[in-house]
């Protein structure tokens, strides 16, 4: 084994071939949470990233990428401008491309609220906030006040995977919250999914099964 690259251990041949293709991999909204062998991309310069750029859009062309991950981003987005990243995404996304969104799960948190779980996370450093204290879930968690880019939109694995999905992204799929290797801190209180930009021969209208999607808004109107 040549090493270990976000957690898997890789050979010498595909340790050389991660290097020769980080320029096909775009770590979206990379912040504290660079990695190695992909182009990093955030908005602030305090962070460490190959590209500082605000988005949407993307800086990059048509069918110029491989695979984009997007980690606790577009939650800090509006409901509008997150559908304008993930079309953006879709729009650099060679066909066969992957997106892979991770977010706070809202389902999973305010399930832990209402039955009083004792659960605690500790942000910043040194503070715990405390589930059963919805002061201190709206803080951490539903509005983010305890930092300065705060939450502006809400979601669990349904209305994620409807995002993606409503992009035209299928075989929609969800990620290991606990181990997946692109998260920088597994935890309970996230959800991702991953989907992919179809090959024209393999396109299909068909939504999974695996979650409840709809091509249009629930309650709109």
Known sequence: MAGAVNQILVTEAE??????????????GSGAAPMQFWMNLDESEEWPAEIHAHVPPLPFDDESLDDIYCGHLIEHLTR?????????????????GRLGVLVPDTREIMKRYLAGAIDAVEYPLGTWQYVAN???MCAMFLYSTVQPSQHLWSYDLQTLARLI???GFVDL??????????????????????????????????WPETFDIYTEDDNEG
């Not at 181990?179 to 959800?191: E, K, L, N, V």
């Open 134 to 136: 919805l002061d201190h």
């Open 165 to 167: 999905g409503s992009a």
């Open 15 to 28: 340790y050389r071939e991660l290097e020769a293709t980080a320029g096909r991999r775009l770590n979206l």
């Open 173 to 206: 799929a969800e990620m290991d919250r606990y181990t997946d290797p692109r998260i920088a801190q597994g935890a309970w209180y996230q959800c991702g999914i991953d989907g992919y930009k179809p090959k024209p021969a393999a396109f299909s209208s068909e």
């Open 80 to 96: 509008d401008e997150a559908r304008e990243l993930v079309a953006e995404c879709y729009r650099i996304l060679t066909p066969g």
